[in-house]
C-alpha cells in the first residue's frame, strides 16, 4: 500500500544522520564540531541496542579474539576518559562513567582468550567475596569498567543540541532515494531531507533501508535494588553479567535471543537471567527487582561492525556493532569524522567493510 506523505518538502543539511542511538549522537556531536549543519532523523527505531545494553567497557572481559576488532575495541575504550571528559563538561551532566575494573570468575581455567590477571579462589574471595562456590578463581581486568548506558544518551543528546544538531523526531523512514553514485533525499513520513552527506547508524533496522546482512538479536535485562551495603564494588562477569551502579542499582544481564522484533519480556527469559545471576552471587536473592526491559542489538554474520563507505558517494555507514555499540561509540565518532573531514578511511579497517560479506547493496 503506497504511503501518503502529509508533506514533502526539502531541508538541507551538511550532514544527515539517519538514527539516534548512542552511535548516532556520538558522531553527531563530533561532526558538530567541524561540520555547518548536522541533522539527525531520531525517530522510527524503538527499542535501539542502547536500551538493551548494560553499559560495559569490556575488551578484556568479552574475551574478543586476537586481531583487528580487538585492536580497535582497546582503541575506544583509550578514547572514553577524554571522552566522556569532554561530554560531562559539555553538559554539567554525569554519564556515570566507571572504571570499575570487571572480573571473571570462572569454574575452569580450560579455553578462551583471557588476558587478564588470574586469582585462585582464595585471592578471588579477598577480591570480590560473595561469589558462587563453583568457581575455581578469576579473570581480573583492572582496565576495563562501565558506563551508564541511559545516562549517556541523555549526556549525548544535550551536547548534540549544545552545538547546534537538529532534531527530526518522531519521523519515520520511508526510503533512501539516490541518482547514480549518489544519494538525492531521505523521505519520511513528514518530509524529503536533502544533505551534502549522509550517515547510516540504524542499527537493528539497517536491513529495512538497504540490503545489509543486519539483524536484530533481542536482549532482556533486569535491575535489583541492592541494600545499603550491596558487596558489589565491581563488575561481575559470568554466565549473567552483574553490573552495580553507584546508585545502589544492580543491572542484570542479558539474553541474546536470534527471534526477530519479538518484543516484550518473557518467564523463560528472566527465569534464565535470574537463575544465572543468583549461581554468581548467592547473596542477590534477596534483593527486590526494580525493572525488567528488553532491545536489539545489531547483529552481522562475523558479529563486527559495517563502518565507512558505501558504494554511493555522499553515503557512510556505521551500524552492526552487536554488543560493543557503547564501547565502540567514541572511536566511530572520531573516525566517522575524521573520514567526512577529508581524510582517507584506514585500510586497517577493511574487516569492516560493507562489501567482505560478498553480497550487492541495494537500497530497498
Not at 541533522?39 to 579474539?65: N, R
Not at 559539555?90 to 566507571?98: F, I, V
Not at 518522531?170 to 547514480?180: D, K, L, M, N, W
Request: hydrophobic share 40%; aromatic share 8%.
Amino acid at each position: 500500500m503506497a504511503i501518503e506523505l502529509r508533506q514533502l518538502s526539502p531541508v538541507s543539511m551538511d550532514v544527515l544522520i539517519i538514527g539516534g542511538g548512542i552511535i548516532g549522537l556520538s558522531i553527531a556531536v563530533e561532526l558538530a564540531k567541524t561540520q555547518g549543519r548536522v541533522g539527525i532523523i531520531d525517530g522510527g527505531f524503538p527499542g535501539t541496542a542502547a536500551q538493551a545494553a548494560a553499559g560495559m567497557l569490556a575488551p578484556g572481559a568479552e574475551q574478543i579474539p586476537p586481531g583487528a576488532m580487538r585492536d580497535l575495541c582497546e582503541a575506544s575504550l583509550q578514547c572514553y576518559p577524554a571522552w566522556i571528559q569532554d561530554l560531562e563538561e559539555r553538559t554539567g551532566q554525569t554519564t556515570g562513567y566507571w572504571p570499575c575494573g570487571i572480573v571473571v570468575p570462572v569454574t575452569s581455567q580450560a579455553g578462551g582468550h583471557h588476558r587478564g590477571l588470574w586469582l585462585n579462589r582464595e585471592q578471588l574471595d579477598q577480591h570480590q567475596p560473595g561469589l558462587g562456590a563453583d568457581f575455581i578463581g578469576g579473570w581480573w581486568y583492572p582496565n576495563d569498567g562501565q558506563v551508564d548506558n541511559r545516562l549517556l544518551h541523555a549526556v549525548l543528546y544535550q551536547a548534540a543540541q549544545s552545538l547546534g544538531v537538529q532534531f527530526f523526531s518522531h519521523e519515520t523512514v520511508v526510503r533512501i532515494a539516490s541518482q547514480g553514485t549518489k544519494i538525492t533525499q531521505v523521505v519520511t513520513h513528514e518530509a524529503s531531507h536533502q544533505a551534502g552527506h549522509y550517515v547510516l547508524t540504524t542499527g537493528a533496522w539497517t536491513y529495512k533501508l538497504l540490503s545489509l546482512p543486519v539483524r536484530p538479536r533481542k536482549g532482556q535485562m533486569l535491575a535489583l535494588q541492592a541494600p545499603h551495603a550491596p558487596g558489589l564494588n565491581q563488575v561481575v562477569f559470568a554466565s549473567a553479567y552483574l553490573v552495580p551502579r553507584r546508585d545502589g542499582r544492580l543491572v542484570v544481564g542479558a539474553t541474546s535471543e536470534d527471534v526477530g522484533f519479538q518484543d516484550g519480556i518473557t518467564a523463560g527469559g528472566l527465569h534464565q537471567l535470574l537463575e544465572a545471576a543468583i549461581q554468581t552471587y548467592p547473596p542477590l536473592r534477596d534483593w527486590p527487582i526494580l525493572e525488567t526491559w528488553w532491545g536489539y542489538r545489531p547483529v552481522t554474520p562475523d558479529e563486527c561492525p559495517i563502518l565507512g563507505p558505501s558504494p554511493w558517494e555522499n553515503l557512510t555507514l556505521a551500524t552492526g556493532h552487536y554488543r560493543n555499540g557503547i564501547l565502540l561509540a567514541p572511536i566511530t565518532a572520531h573516525l566517522i569524522s575524521k573520514y567526512l573531514n577529508g581524510h582517507p578511511w584506514p585500510s586497517e579497517l577493511a574487516f569492516c567493510r560493507w562489501d567482505r560479506f560478498g553480497h550487492t547493496l541495494n537500497l530497498l
